[in-house]
């Protein structure tokens, strides 16, 4: 039997198991015919509708639910499809995930695709593959991709970040830490917005009483695309391309800065060369 008929035969296989509605206490497993076992450590409710964990627990691959919300720790062994997904502590996905609104307070590592409408995560991050968002990806912490991230609205990244392909997206916002932030391939938008870090704390007159000024965060990419206004601070890349464009303090843009509407350099950024007004 090929490897395509294993799958046909595996999904068909999904399709007819019923997944019973039980009730979990203390430790137990809910066994699913052709499928394979859900473990859980502590408490939860296993259904048609509903997969919910408290405490720890382990899911077989090819699952397919309404909802899945899981508060602890929890591996799943393939992919999983359903329209919610909420996690809080520790969790990891060995397949790829098709879902419609993701949810995330703590770690989760993907070793596959993301696919849905949005994903808002609090904590740390890891995308094996590409994820391709209808909506919006929203991290603050760490996040890193080792594919493509293409987000139809907006990509908003608060902390520091690694996408190992490019960021493709109707709107992009980052906010850079002190740690150094890279997109490999570029950025392409609508609009695009990158700030540094600043200052925390309570600050008077732009004078810092308590709190902390943070300089040291970059992002480093290649080209920068965009269709309307371009904002930058302590951005290292190669070309930027936007309509009105703002290259602010601490960048440094090593090929051309092209512009169709207006151009504003802060006196600290560095420019290989003059900026070029296009038709």
Same mark, same amino acid.
């Given at each position: 039997?090929?490897g395509?008929?294993?799958?046909?035969?595996?999904?068909?296989?999904?399709?007819?198991?019923?997944?019973?509605?039980?009730?979990?206490s203390?430790?137990?497993?809910?066994?699913?015919?052709?499928?394979?076992?859900?473990?859980?450590? #502590?408490?939860?409710?296993?259904?048609?509708?509903?997969?919910?964990?408290? #405490?720890?627990?382990?899911?077989? #691959?090819?699952?397919?639910?309404r909802?899945? *919300?899981?508060?602890?720790?929890?591996s799943?062994?393939? /992919?999983?499809?359903?329209?919610?997904?909420?996690?809080s502590?520790?969790?990891?996905?060995?397949?790829?995930?098709?879902?419609?609104? &993701? !949810?995330? *307070?703590? *770690?989760?590592?993907?070793?596959?695709? %993301?696919?849905? *409408?949005?994903?808002k995560?609090? #904590?740390?991050?890891?995308?094996?593959?590409?994820? !391709?968002?209808?909506?919006?990806?929203?991290?603050?912490?760490?996040?890193k991709?080792?594919?493509?991230?293409?987000?139809?609205n907006?990509?908003?990244?608060?902390g520091?970040?690694?996408? /190992?392909?490019? %960021?493709?997206?109707?709107r992009?916002?980052?906010?850079?830490?002190?740690?150094?932030?890279?997109?490999?391939?570029?950025?392409?938008?609508?609009?695009?917005?990158?700030?540094g870090?600043? %200052?925390?704390?309570?600050?008077?007159?732009?004078v810092?009483?308590?709190?902390?000024?943070?300089?040291?965060?970059? &992002?480093?990419?290649? /080209?920068?695309?965009?269709?309307?206004?371009v904002?930058?601070?302590?951005?290292?890349?190669?070309?930027?391309?936007?309509? /009105?464009?703002?290259?602010?303090?601490?960048?440094?843009?090593?090929?051309?800065?092209?512009?169709?509407?207006?151009?504003?350099?802060?006196?600290?950024?560095?420019?290989?060369?003059?900026?070029?007004?296009?038709?």
């Amino acid at each position: 039997m090929s490897g395509e008929e294993r799958m046909k035969e595996y999904e068909k296989r999904l399709r007819e198991t019923a997944i019973p509605t039980t009730r979990v206490s203390g430790s137990g497993k809910v066994h699913l015919e052709g499928i394979g076992d859900i473990r859980i450590s #502590g408490s939860g409710i296993v259904s048609p509708e509903e997969i919910k964990i408290s #405490g720890s627990g382990s899911l077989p #691959g090819g699952l397919k639910v309404r909802r899945v *919300s899981c508060a602890g720790s929890v591996s799943i062994e393939g /992919d999983i499809e359903a329209e919610d997904m909420s996690f809080s502590g520790s969790s990891s996905i060995a397949g790829n995930v098709n879902v419609k609104g &993701l !949810s995330v *307070s703590g *770690s989760l590592s993907v070793d596959g695709e %993301v696919r849905g *409408s949005f994903l808002k995560a609090a #904590g740390s991050c890891k995308l094996g593959k590409k994820i !391709s968002l209808e909506d919006t990806l929203q991290v603050h912490g760490s996040f890193k991709a080792l594919g493509n991230v293409e987000a139809k609205n907006l990509v908003e990244l608060h902390g520091a970040f690694t996408v /190992d392909g490019k %960021v493709v997206a109707n709107r992009f916002e980052a906010e850079l830490s002190r740690h150094e932030s890279r997109v490999r391939d570029g950025i392409e938008a609508v609009s695009v917005n990158v700030r540094g870090k600043g %200052v925390e704390g309570l600050v008077i007159f732009g004078v810092p009483i308590f709190g902390k000024i943070f300089h040291d965060g970059k &992002l480093y990419t290649t /080209d920068i695309v965009v269709k309307e206004d371009v904002y930058l601070e302590n951005v290292c890349c190669e070309n930027v391309c936007g309509k /009105d464009v703002t290259i602010g303090k601490g960048c440094v843009i090593s090929g051309k800065v092209k512009y169709s509407g207006s151009i504003s350099v802060h006196p600290e950024a560095k420019l290989a060369n003059p900026p070029e007004k296009s038709s």
